[in-house]
């Protein structure tokens, strides 16, 4: 989950989900920073969870945060990590895809330019990042992901749509 806000106004969020982690076989958790596929997601339950916790620790948020949450056998939404004042270097492409770019949205806002997201509650479109080892890494939009037949290069944007 990526939250930006300025001057207590949410900016644009966008939720991500880790499908699978890059050499998750390396480490003992299975768990690796980077994603070996991860998509795009709308999630109202963790939304409400990461804004909730972000006021907990701010009362007037400003900056970037990026909150990392677990779901529970239960499917409560649980936070395993916040971290201010930046956007995580894995996820960043999926922080470009559909009206908003998030992060010329975030330089815009801190550089005291307009800074209005047309699509502020994240893209609703589902896209997919796909790296792996001999892989170039790229974004491709749910329906041309079983598509791929491993061609080892991918498209490094989609268009947006």
């Given at each position: 989950m990526k939250i930006t806000d300025v001057r207590t106004t949410l900016l644009r969020v966008q939720a991500t989900e880790v499908l699978s982690y890059f050499a998750a076989g390396n480490n003992p958790s299975g768990i690796f920073?980077?994603?070996?596929?991860?998509?795009?997601?709308?999630?109202?339950?963790?939304?409400?969870?990461?804004?909730d916790a972000v006021r907990a620790l701010e009362r007037r948020p400003t900056g970037a945060f990026s909150?990392?949450?677990?779901?529970?056998?239960?499917?409560?939404?649980?936070?395993t990590e916040i971290n201010v004042g930046r956007f995580p270097a894995g996820i960043t492409t999926l922080l470009?895809?559909?009206?908003?770019?998030?992060?010329?949205?975030?330089?815009?806002?801190?550089?005291?330019?307009?800074?209005?997201?047309?699509?502020?509650?994240?893209?609703?479109?589902?896209?997919?990042?796909?790296?792996?080892?001999?892989?170039?890494?790229?974004?491709?939009?749910?329906?041309?992901?079983?598509?791929l037949t491993c061609p080892g290069r991918l498209p490094l944007r989609a268009k947006p749509g």
């Amino acid at each position: 989950m990526k939250i930006t806000d300025v001057r207590t106004t949410l900016l644009r969020v966008q939720a991500t989900e880790v499908l699978s982690y890059f050499a998750a076989g390396n480490n003992p958790s299975g768990i690796f920073s980077l994603s070996s596929l991860a998509k795009t997601v709308v999630a109202d339950k963790a939304l409400r969870t990461a804004l909730d916790a972000v006021r907990a620790l701010e009362r007037r948020p400003t900056g970037a945060f990026s909150v990392e949450l677990k779901e529970t056998v239960d499917g409560v939404p649980a936070i395993t990590e916040i971290n201010v004042g930046r956007f995580p270097a894995g996820i960043t492409t999926l922080l470009a895809l559909g009206k908003d770019n998030m992060v010329k949205l975030f330089v815009a806002a801190a550089t005291g330019k307009p800074a209005i997201a047309a699509e502020p509650l994240g893209c609703a479109k589902e896209y997919y990042l796909v790296r792996d080892i001999d892989l170039e890494p790229g974004i491709v939009p749910a329906a041309g992901l079983l598509k791929l037949t491993c061609p080892g290069r991918l498209p490094l944007r989609a268009k947006p749509g």
